[in-house]
């Protein structure tokens, strides 16, 4: 079935460490794909997306992602972890070959230890 | 620039009541989206709306759920009767138009007893 995963549940890295976050997709096609940080009592806010182009792209907050087709993911990367990064992350795809789809992963919940 | 406003926040009911939420876009976005977040879950699209029509409702389970979209600005999901298991955060997102950044509204958290 055509889905977004994200593999781990939860995550927990220290202040200061690198983050990854892994995303995969099972689309013939390469989708629009975004991540989004929900905070807790929050809406959901945009980090990045991708839709062409350059496969590296740069977001808010210090985020990073990576798409990788032959991979089929985009993960998420911090260099350094803040105390406030802690947060559900969630990974989504938009668009499949002109068809809107708007499917989001369970979620990766980050925990920062000071 | 004001956000995504939803009301109410939080709403307790009992089982088989009827209950409504409503929102209010980012102005100028067409696009608006009602989504269902159960607890650890990613939201699931419930309907989309493209100003007033509703463009993907195919989620939406229409024997006690319906939206409308007055104007192709304010929404309103309502639920009639509710179940215990419609318990979860009610999510209205809104953007531009088509797949673009979405913009997010603090949810309305659902219980039902």
């Known amino acids: 079935a055509q889905s977004v995963t994200q593999p781990d549940i939860h995550i927990t890295v220290s202040e200061g460490a690198s983050l990854e976050l892994r995303c995969n997709y099972s689309y013939g096609a390469t989708p629009y794909l975004f991540w989004y940080v929900q905070s807790p009592g929050q809406g959901l806010q945009l980090l990045l997306k991708?839709?062409?182009?350059?496969?590296l792209v740069q977001g808010i907050k210090g985020f990073e992602a990576e798409f990788k087709r032959s991979q089929s993911s985009f993960n998420l990367r911090k260099p350094s972890v803040h105390w406030s990064d802690a947060a559900e992350y969630f990974c989504a795809v938009g668009k499949v070959s002109g068809t809107y789809k708007y499917i989001f992963g369970t979620g990766t919940r980050l925990k920062v230890l000071a | 620039e004001a956000g995504v406003v939803q009301s109410p926040r939080y709403k307790i009911i009992e089982k088989k009541q009827p209950v409504a939420f409503w929102c209010n876009p980012i102005s100028g976005h067409n696009t608006l989206y009602w989504y269902l977040q159960n607890l650890g879950q990613g939201p699931e699209l419930l309907i989309r709306?493209?100003?007033?029509?509703?463009?993907?409702d195919s989620q939406l389970p229409k024997d006690r759920f319906s939206a409308e979209r007055l104007k192709g600005v304010d929404s309103t999901l309502k639920i009639q009767p509710a179940e215990l298991g419609d318990s979860a955060v009610y999510l209205c997102?809104?953007?531009?138009?088509?797949?673009?950044?979405?913009?997010f509204g603090p949810g309305t958290r659902l219980t039902v007893l």
């Open positions: 991708y839709f062409s182009g350059d496969t």
């Open positions: 709306y493209e100003n007033e029509e509703a463009v993907d």
């Open positions: 997102a809104s953007s531009v138009e088509g797949p673009n950044e979405q913009f």
